[in-house]
């Protein structure tokens, strides 16, 4: 009788081990069939076309912050005013023109110019010099005449020069800028010359190096160059356009009235 008390309580706590066991692998057991009833209810979901709500959300182009808004009723400008909405648009369309090799090439960031469209530096070292003009002996004008000469395949046009390291629109490293870095650039008084809106129209409509991307002329081996993406009558219309919208410009950067 004895003995037997003696086996007793190593059996009791080996039954209480296989009993906490037991209730920790039903517990895995039970989360892991809640994890797959949830997917399963996921799939259902996604194959009846419905998506995640964070999903819709950064399709829509939303960020936490706005969602906040969005929660106490608010919603974003753009979506209130078509105006605006037009005019971030036509932005859009001139920052793809701004950016092409004709317009961009003579717009660096760096002491020289580039040129064709794979934007290379400008052969012989030209440099850009004090003034956006070369330096003597390798002036811009020493080569580049009043118009295009295509016999030779060295495009020109009036008073030919850089654009100044104030309208860059590319990094030191020749990648081009984002379109609201450009933007705040070329809405920037203190860096556009002093041009409003008004100004910036005339600027696309009328200067003769801006024309010059439209009728730039043959290269060395007698091939036309390539033109902006839009022509010029759309460029214009866009500017036209975003200046009307009030010159706004994306990510929330500052508007010049």
């Not at 950016?99 to 717009?107: A, E, F, K, L």
């Amino acid at each position: 009788m004895l003995a037997n008390h003696r086996w007793l309580s190593p059996i009791l706590f080996l039954a209480f081990v296989v009993f906490v066991v037991c209730l920790g692998l039903s517990a895995r057991a039970n989360e892991k069939k809640e994890r797959a009833s949830k997917m399963l209810a996921y799939q259902d979901r996604a194959s009846a076309g419905e998506t995640p709500a964070y999903q819709d959300r950064a399709s829509a182009g939303e960020t936490p912050a706005y969602q906040a808004r969005a929660r106490a009723g608010e919603t974003p400008a753009y979506r209130s005013d078509p105006k605006l909405a037009d005019g971030l648009a036509a932005w859009e369309q001139i920052y793809s023109v701004l950016t092409s090799p004709r317009c961009i090439n003579c717009h660096t960031a760096t002491n020289y110019p580039q040129q064709g469209d794979d934007r290379h530096r400008h052969f012989a070292n030209v440099v850009r010099g004090p003034a956006g003009r070369g330096v003597p002996a390798l002036s811009c004008i020493g080569c580049h005449q009043e118009v295009n000469a295509d016999s030779t395949g060295v495009p020109g046009g009036p008073d030919w020069h850089l654009a100044p390291l104030s309208m860059r629109w590319q990094d030191t490293n020749d990648r081009p800028l984002s379109s609201a870095v450009v933007c705040r650039a070329v809405t920037d008084k203190s860096k556009n010359e002093n041009m409003d809106g008004r100004a910036l129209l005339t600027h696309h409509e009328e200067a003769a190096l801006v024309l010059w991307a439209w009728k730039p002329g043959r290269r060395p081996d007698g091939t036309e160059r390539s033109v902006p993406p839009l022509t010029h009558a759309e460029f214009v219309n866009a500017t036209r356009t975003w200046v009307e919208a009030g010159l706004p410009c994306p990510a929330g950067s500052p508007r010049l009235r």
